[in-house]
């Protein structure tokens, strides 16, 4: 094989693919990039059998063939390399001469002949959404996916299609984060549940440009994206999506409207007194006009009051500072409306058209120590 | 205690006294920060024993008094309190309250008593040096103090007083850096040797001004530097530095002119190839108008040329790419000056000046496998 493409091509490329090595394995061939230059277009491709990534990369092949090679290395030589023309030549044996300039690395690759290609997608209707919407909606919902795996489902989140509509919704058990956006066009109803990594990896490889488009493909057991020059292909997570349905009643007896970063900020001057792992609540105590936000820990006291807006009844509620603080940060409204039931019952954070609901369940407290 | 200042005024005041507080210690005083406003003036403090800070801040004192309060707490306390007037009130068993606008913490302090105050430092002829140079010259000397405790001179840097020269030199017992700095009075000659750590957390702190100037007060046991509204005193290290004029000889074999960027850029890419702990030396074969740069490893090879300006012998030497690396990146002239004797003599970089010299040893290594 034989191929010259320019350093900021091909480092554009290797940093797309190395979103899908693996960490740690044991199958040394999973550790490396593939460059595919069997045909007359030059491909990288990485793989961790979960997630797989390929990416067409600009440039000419004097040579065809294929290599494999350990895309930590690959990818810092390519990165330290002079902006100029790369050429990358291998021989019969794998080894591997990538010359810039006057520089000149030589490196012994593996054989293509093991690498786990990407599998097969027989490609339906594809669903058009923007890169930038595809990277808000991932970053408005993935802060409450579970962090362990005791619940395979809540690792990932849901995509449903319902017609011209996404939902997103992730869920931990303790909150549930969902987001509803519009399509351009109608599809066939459609459930699937998408790992949380590779939406972590998309969210950082799509560009995220507000007319460029990514299109979404669904089977059965994958999903596909595919944006600019590069296809994503992820496994999904098998099994039923939980019933969210009836966690969304819309009565409530309180209701607070209240300035976003002002809440946000004051939740967050408070947790500075909780430390990791000491599970003390933020209490809001919410009347007329006003709402006090109190926190107690062993190190000391805070509290605040905010100027609000309310209907319905007095409340004096708790709830872990971070789950509120997670919400509000992806929410883009100056003001936000919180709906409460009783102190036991889930908070709901939405805005009047239904494109966002986050919903978080209180704790208990100690009324007398507050 | 009642005082009232900005909270930018403070903010700034608690970053730069925190550099003086341990981040581990058996004696809780000394992870305090000490209010103290017993005078008319609200001065911080922190003191790890080794380096202690004072710093003023701007402010009104209605109550006067002292405090000691947990300075991770107290930063973290008032790094998120809104940008507004903050007051902190303490009473007779130590509970302190610090409000900001409708924001009102409550922790609880210690007595200043068991504070250790900055020791009283007698203070002799100021030397005068510009916040700007002081930094520069830490930066380009840093990096060569030895990174364990073995040899406790090794840790420190010399500060030596030669008329209206100040010589600053570290070493670690691989490499040597001086730098030699122009000062605008004559002063009387002496010799220190300042902790490194001391200079690290100096050159955090100093603003940086070219026309903003440093005081320095040497004494046999302390060093004090005076910036600002800031005062900076820590012990010296004892002992004798080690001598190191008999060890830079002018005679050379080999002078080699090279443009900085170039070689730094090609040792940077060189050391990819090496990993954490394996010590593999850059090779450099000196010929007329052109040196080669070769690295051998387990991962692979690499070699490169570039072009360079040479008199005297051809030489085959190899170093430990790293010091090279540090030296080169603290050096700002364009094109650098190497002097080499043999391959087992140390390599000298340069100015025809004497503003700095670089003393880099050689490192054997096997010619037949490179």
Redesign the interface.
């Given at each position: 094989m034989k191929l010259i493409c320019s350093k900021s091509n091909l480092l554009r490329g290797v940093n797309i693919v190395s979103k899908a090595v693996p960490t740690r394995t044991t199958m040394a061939i999973l550790e490396c990039i593939l460059i595919d230059a069997s045909t007359n277009e030059i491909k990288l491709m990485a793989n961790d059998m979960e997630l797989g990534i390929e990416t067409r990369v600009e440039g000419e092949i004097a040579e065809r063939g294929v290599i494999a090679l350990d895309a930590k290395?690959f990818s810092?030589?390519v990165r330290?390399?002079?902006d100029s023309d790369v050429m990358i030549e291998t021989d019969a044996s794998f080894k591997t001469v990538i010359s810039c300039e006057?520089?000149?690395?030589?490196?012994?690759g593996k054989s293509g002949d093991d690498f786990s290609y990407l599998p097969y997608i027989e490609k339906n209707d594809a669903i058009v959404i923007s890169q930038f919407t595809l990277k808000e909606v991932i970053r408005q919902t993935i802060f409450s996916i579970a962090d362990n795996d005791n619940n395979k489902l809540m690792t990932g989140e849901l995509f449903e299609i319902i017609e011209n509509e996404l939902k997103v919704v992730s869920l931990d058990g303790h909150r549930i984060s969902i987001r509803n956006i519009e399509l351009k066009n109608n599809y066939e109803n459609k459930k699937v549940v998408v790992p949380g990594k590779t939406l972590q990896e998309i969210s950082k490889i799509v560009p995220g440009g507000v007319d460029d488009d990514v299109l979404i493909y669904l089977t059965d057991n994958h999903i596909v994206f595919e944006f600019d020059t590069t296809t994503v292909v992820s496994r999904l997570i098998e099994g039923e999506y939980f019933r969210i349905d009836q966690m969304l009643s819309s009565a409530y007896e309180t209701k607070v409207i209240v300035n976003k970063k002002e809440l946000l900020?004051?939740i967050?001057?408070a947790t500075?007194?909780v430390k990791e792992g000491d599970k003390k609540p933020i209490i809001m105590n919410i009347t007329d006009g006003s709402m006090e936000l109190k926190i107690n820990s062993f190190?000391?006291?805070?509290?605040?009051?905010?100027d609000i807006e309310k209907e319905g009844k007095d409340i004096l509620i708790g709830f872990n500072p971070k789950f509120f603080i997670d919400a509000l940060r992806v929410i883009d409204e100056e003001n936000v409306s919180l709906y409460m039931v009783n102190p036991k019952a889930p908070c709901f954070i939405k805005d009047d058209e239904g494109k966002f609901i986050y919903l978080i369940l209180p704790v208990n407290f100690n009324n007398a120590a507050n």
């Open positions: 290395i810092e030589i330290k390399l002079p006057k520089a000149k690395f030589n490196i012994v900020d004051c967050d001057r500075l007194l190190i000391g006291s805070m509290n605040e009051d905010i």
